[in-house]
């Protein structure tokens, strides 16, 4: 148990709309990052975020976006879904000096 | 680009053997890092080994770290079929503000 929880477990979309992931993290994890694992591929990292701030970014397009929250939660937003964005989506948190601790993902189907 | 390739992809054991797998990366790093994966859920963290450090143990695990050849391996000794599962390296890289670089993974099976 890694304290990251993510929702919802599965969804699937239609090419062109819009999703909203959530991230739940560890109490004192300030910094929170977002991965995209196609299948069968390693996770590519899309973003992290410090203290409510982005503060690095992969190379994803910016209908990519984040927004961290004070009591720890996080989410990703997909605007103008394609169907490459299908994958499983990976949160994960940290404290200080401390490795990633993730989630078991959102896995997304776009149709 | 990914910044991590594991060598070989894929591995078929019987319980008892030993697995290793090998990982190679590109520029200069903080770290490496050891993750497993089981049935495409989240990622456990396994092992961290720093860039001054040559090797580390953890229980059943054996990590090597060479940074002239720029590259790892991970040991697991005496495997259980537990251990089946698809296992990453990721690069935690000189002024890439903690973000891991993934490799493309092993998948390790475990036959009992």
């Known amino acids: 148990e890694t304290g990251v929880t993510q929702s919802p477990t599965h969804l699937i979309k239609t090419r062109g709309q819009q999703v909203t992931l959530r991230c739940s993290s560890q109490?004192?994890?300030?910094?929170v990052s977002w991965y995209q694992q196609a299948l069968g591929q390693g996770p590519q990292f899309i973003f992290q975020y410090y203290r409510e701030e982005e503060n690095g970014r992969g190379n994803f397009p910016p209908r990519f976006s984040g927004l961290q929250f004070p009591n720890y939660s996080s989410e990703l937003n997909v605007n103008a879904l394609e169907l490459d964005d299908s994958a499983l989506y990976l949160c994960?948190?940290?404290?200080?000096?401390?490795?990633?601790?993730f989630g078991n993902g959102t896995r997304l189907t776009v149709t | 680009s990914q910044q991590g390739e594991e060598d070989p992809q894929a591995l078929s054991i019987q319980e008892g053997e030993n697995a290793t797998m090998n990982c190679s990366y590109k520029t200069s790093i903080n770290n490496l890092q050891w993750y497993r994966q089981n049935s495409g859920r989240g990622l456990v963290h396994l092992i961290l080994i720093r860039s001054n450090e040559r090797e580390k143990h953890s229980g059943r695990l054996r990590v090597t770290l060479d940074t002239s050849k720029k590259s790892s391996s991970l040991l697991i000794t005496a495997s259980r079929a537990a251990d089946t599962a698809s296992y990453f390296c990721?690069?935690?890289?000189?002024?890439?503000?903690?973000?891991?670089?993934f490799g493309k993974g092993n998948q390790v099976v475990v036959i009992p």
């Open positions: 990721a690069t935690d890289y000189l002024y890439g503000n903690n973000r891991l670089a």
């Open positions: 109490s004192g994890h300030n910094t």
């Open positions: 994960a948190s940290r404290g200080p000096n401390s490795p990633l601790h």
